[in-house]
């Protein structure tokens, strides 16, 4: 059994090594720490499961998750992230990962969770799979449910407080495309300006930032 661990923080890899090797003693494990090791890992050599922080140095966001599926379609993913479960975890599933777990969860659930996916399941907290119940209970979602992968990126990283010019280096795309982001997410959120779009992001749970904390 393979297991790529791909994170940039090394401690925190140092420690999901651990929890796993404890309980899946014959598993070989791989580290990969930025987007672009994770990819040149899993187009070098075959895994069994990918363990995938997607708020990593280089492409950002849920973009990691689409070249996953480009390279190995049948690549068990679980993400694992710090953003709150009902942001997150539906989109995760959408863009093709098989589970969601949030860093703060125990040992224990992360066990469970690698389990269920090498068996060939997917694997949700109660947490994540009350939220993913209501999503659907419901007639209409909050507005940032209509922004795409993309812009959703985007609005978290201007919630941190980035510039046009920051976000477009870290997605390698041009200012302007990413102002026509800006624009578009404006008008999704119907917000006239960055204060009123941070304000919708408090008000609904998103990431806090530099720019929230102007306002908080």
């Not at 890992?41 to 140095?57: A, H, N, Q, T, Y």
């Not at 990962?97 to 090498?118: F, I």
Request: aromatic fraction near 6%.
């Amino acid at each position: 059994m393979r297991i790529l661990i791909a994170d940039d923080h090394a401690i925190l890899r140092r420690g999901l090594r651990q929890i796993l090797a404890d309980e899946f003693p014959e598993a070989r494990f791989g580290e990969a720490s930025s987007t672009q090791e994770t990819l040149e890992c899993i187009s070098r050599e075959p895994w069994d499961l990918l363990v995938l922080d997607i708020f990593m140095p280089g492409r950002g966001g849920l973009e990691i998750l689409y070249d996953v599926r480009r390279h190995r379609p049948r690549l068990p993913v679980l993400v694992l992230s710090s953003a709150p479960e009902d942001q997150l975890a539906v989109r995760v599933l959408k863009a093709g990962a098989l589970g969601y777990l949030n860093k703060q969860a125990a040992p224990e659930e992360l066990v469970n969770a690698v389990r269920k996916l090498l068996a060939g399941g997917r694997y949700l907290s109660a947490a994540a799979a009350e939220q993913m119940a209501a999503d659907i209970s419901r007639t209409t979602g909050p507005l940032h449910e209509k922004l795409s992968d993309r812009e959703y990126t985007v609005l978290q990283l201007l919630v941190e407080g980035r510039s046009i010019r920051e976000i477009a280096d870290k997605l390698s795309l041009s200012p302007k495309t990413i102002s026509t982001f800006h624009s578009r997410i404006w008008g999704k959120l119907h917000v006239k300006n960055d204060v009123e779009m941070v304000r919708y992001a408090l008000e609904h749970g998103m990431a806090r930032g530099r720019l929230t904390n102007q306002l908080t």
